[in-house]
């Protein structure tokens, strides 16, 4: 039995288990921690995502995702605190489960049936699958449903797994790293059919390496570093959090560092090349477009900061 879908198993067991009407948060942690030996894989988690919500989850490697992602699906045991599915205790997996679908980081189907057979398997197992609209989606992938999973690559197995947890009408979707064997072309329906979950009123548990993925669908981003949260943030706040970069080119050379440090706002400067600077603002521009607007400026712009940016912030420069 592959062990990625051992969720998947738990949900068979919880066919005929009454949908509870969401009205709790879709996932709530507290003070949630995991030790594995001597290692803190993650230290006193308080989390909610509200229901409806598409919660972006990031993290270096080794920061504690999967090990969250793990004891929400109730696949391990807490060494404190509790996770809780719609106010469901996630140990009381049965339950737990029939409210979630998940797409495990490494998807491992049975390598002798076809991907038809798989989703057919998947669909029947769980709590509750619309047949029509994971037929439309196979299209939508591209899927080649009567191929043996044991030749699929790495992007068709998690096609395969994202097919099955899309048609899944179950509240909360919880995804780890779910794009990452995906070209870019896939990428953009995955994104498609987040935005058909999150319209039908499913919640979203996205944990994900893909900045630019997070930026592009998610409400609200939680950062975990070393096992702790280090911040939760709408993107807006978090790209606040940050400073502006604005770069000015001149006809001739550029005004020296000392001048450009000095003006009100200005974090730091850097020369770019002997007539261009770049000057990081933390405040309103006005003061440096002042300086910077002389006959010999020929070109000035201002840059919003990438999520990979205010997450590298984060990392002290280093996102692993
Ligand atoms: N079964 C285990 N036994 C011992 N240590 C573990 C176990 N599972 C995870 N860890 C450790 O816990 C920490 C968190 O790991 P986890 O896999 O949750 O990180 P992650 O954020 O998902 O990383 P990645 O992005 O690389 O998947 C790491 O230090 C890891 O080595």
Same mark, same amino acid.
């Given at each position: 039995?592959p062990?990625?879908?051992v969720?998947v198993d738990?949900v068979?067991?919880?066919e005929g288990?009454?949908?509870?009407v969401?009205?709790?948060?879709?996932?709530r942690?507290?003070?949630?921690t995991k030790r594995f030996?001597?290692?803190? /894989?993650l230290? +006193?988690?308080?989390l909610?995502v509200?229901?409806? $919500?598409?919660?972006?989850? %990031?993290? @270096?490697?080794?920061?504690g995702?999967s090990?969250?992602?793990?004891?929400l699906?109730?696949?391990?045991?807490?060494?404190s605190g509790r996770?809780l599915?719609?106010?469901?205790d996630?140990?009381?997996?049965v339950?737990?489960h029939?409210?979630?679908a998940h797409v495990?980081?490494?998807?491992?189907l049975w390598?002798?049936?076809?991907?038809?057979?798989v989703?057919?398997?998947?669909a029947?197992?769980?709590?509750?699958?619309d047949?029509?609209y994971?037929a439309?989606?196979?299209?939508?992938?591209?899927?080649?449903?009567d191929?043996?999973?044991?030749t699929?690559?790495?992007?068709?197995?998690?096609?395969?797994?994202l097919i099955? /947890?899309?048609? +899944?009408?179950?509240?909360?979707l919880?995804?780890? $790293?779910?794009?990452?064997g %995906?070209? @870019?072309?896939m990428?953009?329906?995955?994104?498609?059919?987040?935005?058909e979950a999150?319209?039908?009123?499913q919640?979203?548990?996205?944990?994900s390496?893909?900045?630019?993925?997070v930026?592009?669908?998610?409400?609200?981003?939680?950062?975990?570093r070393?096992?702790?949260l280090?911040e939760?943030a709408g993107?807006?706040e978090?790209?606040?959090?940050?400073?502006?970069e604005?770069?000015a080119?001149?006809?001739?050379?550029a005004?020296?560092?000392?001048r450009l440090?000095?003006i009100?706002?200005v974090e730091?400067?850097?020369?770019?090349?002997?007539s261009?600077v770049?000057?990081?603002?933390s405040?309103?521009?006005g003061?440096?477009?002042?300086f910077?607007a002389?006959?010999?400026?020929?070109?000035?712009?201002?840059?919003?900061?990438s999520?990979?940016e205010?997450f590298?912030e984060?990392?002290?420069?280093?996102?692993s």
């Open positions: 039995m062990g990625s879908l969720g738990i068979v067991r919880c288990v009454p949908m509870r969401p009205s709790e948060p879709a996932v942690t507290e003070g949630l030996g001597k290692t803190v /894989a230290d +006193r988690l308080d909610e509200s229901a409806g $919500e598409v919660f972006g989850f %990031l993290g @270096p490697n080794g920061a995702k090990t969250t992602i793990r004891l699906l109730g696949l391990i045991r807490p060494t996770a599915i719609f106010g469901i996630a140990a009381d997996s339950v737990a029939a409210h979630l495990p980081a490494d998807v491992a390598p002798d049936l076809t991907g038809a057979e989703l057919a398997l998947l029947a197992l769980g709590a509750g699958s047949l029509a994971q439309e989606l196979v299209d939508r992938f591209g899927l080649e449903p191929r043996r999973c044991g699929y690559s790495t992007g068709n197995r998690q096609k395969v797994a099955a /947890a899309f048609a +899944r009408r179950a509240p909360l919880v995804l780890d $790293e779910p794009t990452s %995906l070209d @870019p072309l990428e953009q329906e995955f994104r498609a059919c987040l935005r999150t319209a039908r009123g919640t979203v548990f996205l944990s390496h893909q900045l630019a993925e930026e592009a669908v998610c409400d609200r981003v939680g950062i975990l070393c096992g702790r280090v939760v993107l807006a978090l790209r606040r959090l940050r400073l502006t604005l770069t080119t001149f006809a001739d050379t005004p020296g560092y000392e440090a000095a009100p706002g730091s400067a850097r020369t770019v090349s002997e261009t770049a000057l990081v603002l405040g309103p521009p003061p440096a477009l002042q910077l002389t006959d010999g400026l020929v070109g000035v712009a201002a840059r919003e900061p999520l990979e205010i590298l984060y990392y002290g420069g280093s996102a």
